[in-house]
T-cell receptor, first 116, second 110 residues
Framework: EAGVAQSPRYKIIEKRQSVAFWCNPISGHATLYWYQQILGQGPKLLIQFQNNGVVDDSQLPKDRFSAERLKGVDSTLKIQPAKLEDSAVYLC??????????????FGPGTRLTVL | SQQGEEDPQALSIQEGENATMNCSYKTSINNLQWYRQNSGRGLVHLILIRSNEREKHSGRLRVTLDTSKKSSSLLITASRAADTASYFCATVNQGGKLIFGQGTELSVKP
């Protein structure tokens, strides 16, 4: 079974530029998550989709971050414009159903973003 | 904000020794999960313990949960160099939202 795919794996940009990350979840998984992991910290949930609807985006800085999950499968996360403090690893995860405490989330390898 | 605090932040042991990592949290939970993250890679789910369970085993892993103290521990027995990684606890509420601690960096020397 293929895992969660993410691209690109690495991205270096200058501050105020825009960047987009792509995620393809495990086939059949209804729920998709985007996390931000700053160096030395645990992942922090940015946004959770259930199919193509947003369940939780309370931690998403909406002035610069946006995300969409068209057709309930792939998802893109965009930052525009980027700030130095956005340097982090952006992890995508998916779970079969979501919204249940016993669900296991499966993580992709992440995209390491460096903002100069 | 992060729910859990992990202790120690870093741990270095010899192969064959046991490694113990601790996690404390603040609010009530439905379950607590432990994840491993190898350098530059995604997180891998290790084990889940429900709030009504006190201990759980999976291979060389042993997890305990004390809800009265709001704490959990992960024990890795007979460690191997391949166990070198960062380990995170994550508390889970009724809706399934994961809130991670800051992690323990484990180094197992051959």
């Amino acid at each position: 079974e293929a895992g969660v795919a993410q691209s690109p794996r690495y991205k270096i940009i200058e501050k105020r530029q825009s960047v987009a990350f792509w995620c393809n979840p495990i086939s059949g998984h209804a729920t998709l998550y985007w996390y931000q992991q700053i160096l030395g910290q645990g992942p922090k949930l940015l946004i959770q989709f259930q199919n193509n609807g947003v369940v939780d985006d309370s931690q998403l800085p909406k002035d610069r971050f946006s995300a969409e999950r068209l057709k309930g499968v792939d998802s893109t996360l965009k930052i525009q414009p980027a700030k130095l403090e956005d340097s982090a690893v952006y992890l995508c995860a998916s779970s079969l159903l979501g919204g249940r405490s016993s669900d296991t989330q499966y993580f992709g390898p992440g995209t390491r973003l460096t903002v100069l | 904000s992060q729910q859990g605090e992990e202790d120690p932040q870093a741990l270095s042991i010899q192969e064959g020794e046991n490694a113990t990592m601790n996690c404390s949290y603040k609010t009530s939970i439905n379950n607590l999960q432990w994840y491993r993250q190898n350098s530059g890679r995604g997180l891998v789910h290790l084990i889940l313990i429900r709030s009504n369970e006190r201990e759980k085993h999976s291979g060389r892993l042993r997890v305990t949960l004390d809800t009265s103290k709001k704490s959990s521990s992960l024990l890795i027995t007979a460690s191997r160099a391949a166990d070198t990684a960062s380990y995170f606890c994550a508390t889970v509420n009724q809706g399934g939202k994961l809130i991670f601690g800051q992690g323990t960096e484990l180094s197992v020397k051959p």
